[in-house]
């Protein structure tokens, strides 16, 4: 079974500039996530899908993130303008329902310059 | 809010030594509760999981951990670590079905051999 894919791996971006990342969750999996992880710390919930419907942005900077999962299968997120502190790994990550095992990706390096 | 708290930020040990990273969790209703390991360069990965029943659970490469209801605990034990465990390790707490994973910080775990 083909695990979750994330690209780019790594983005080195100056500040202000805006970069996109996405994600392919596992094959049937209906609940995909997008985490934050900076160095030294656990990841943070950015938002949670269920299929294409928002379960939970609690926790998104709304004015410079934002995230879509259209068709309910792949997703994109998106940091337009991003700053110094944006620097990190965003992780991506799937269920197959809300309360399954969730499966992470390797994750997108993103460092502001 | 549910949080989880991972009481050592780093542990040094030697090859055949053995492991207990603690891990406590506040929330107070029904909860899921995971250990992820991420080794150097790779993606998170589950290392054990409970979601109910027998409250000590075993998991991959000789892992295990200990559910202790009262105390809000979910200990990750090995009797003998190897010089491959090196990794952070990830305690997250699940609360009410359909919410998302809450991590700690992560404990740095390095083996000696």
């Known amino acids: 079974e083909a695990g979750v894919a994330q690209s780019p791996r790594y983005k080195i971006i100056e500040k202000r500039q805006s970069v996109a990342f996405w994600c392919n969750p596992i094959?049937?999996?209906?609940?995909l996530y997008w985490y934050q992880q900076i160095l030294g710390q656990g990841p943070k919930l950015l938002i949670q899908?269920?299929?294409?419907?928002?379960?939970?942005d609690s926790q998104l900077p709304k004015d410079r993130f934002s995230a879509e999962r259209l068709k309910g299968v792949d997703s994109t997120l998106k940091i337009q303008p991003a700053k110094l502190e944006d620097s990190a790994v965003y992780l991506c990550?799937?269920?197959?329902?809300?309360?399954?095992?969730?499966?992470f990706g390797e994750g997108s390096w993103l460092t502001v310059v | 809010a549910q949080s989880v708290s991972q009481h050592n930020h780093h542990v040094i040990l030697s090859e055949a030594a053995s492991l207990e990273l603690g891990c406590n969790y506040s929330?107070?209703?029904?909860?899921?509760l995971f250990w992820y390991v991420q080794y150097p360069g790779q993606h998170l990965q589950l290392l054990l999981k409970?979601?109910?029943?027998?409250?000590l659970v075993k998991g991959i490469k000789g892992f295990e951990a200990e559910f202790i209801k009262s105390k809000f605990s979910f200990n990750l034990r090995k009797p003998s670590v190897q010089w491959s465990d090196t990794a952070e390790y990830f305690c997250?707490?699940?609360?009410?079905?359909?919410?998302?994973?809450?991590f700690g910080k992560g404990t740095t775990l390095s083996v000696s051999s």
């Open positions: 990550a799937s269920s197959r329902d809300s309360g399954g095992t969730i499966y």
């Open positions: 997250a707490v699940r609360g009410q079905a359909g919410t998302a994973l809450i």
């Open positions: 899908f269920q299929n294409n419907g928002v379960v939970d």
């Open positions: 409970y979601f109910s029943g027998d409250p």
């Open positions: 094959s049937g999996h209906a609940t």
């Open positions: 929330y107070g209703g029904t909860v899921n």
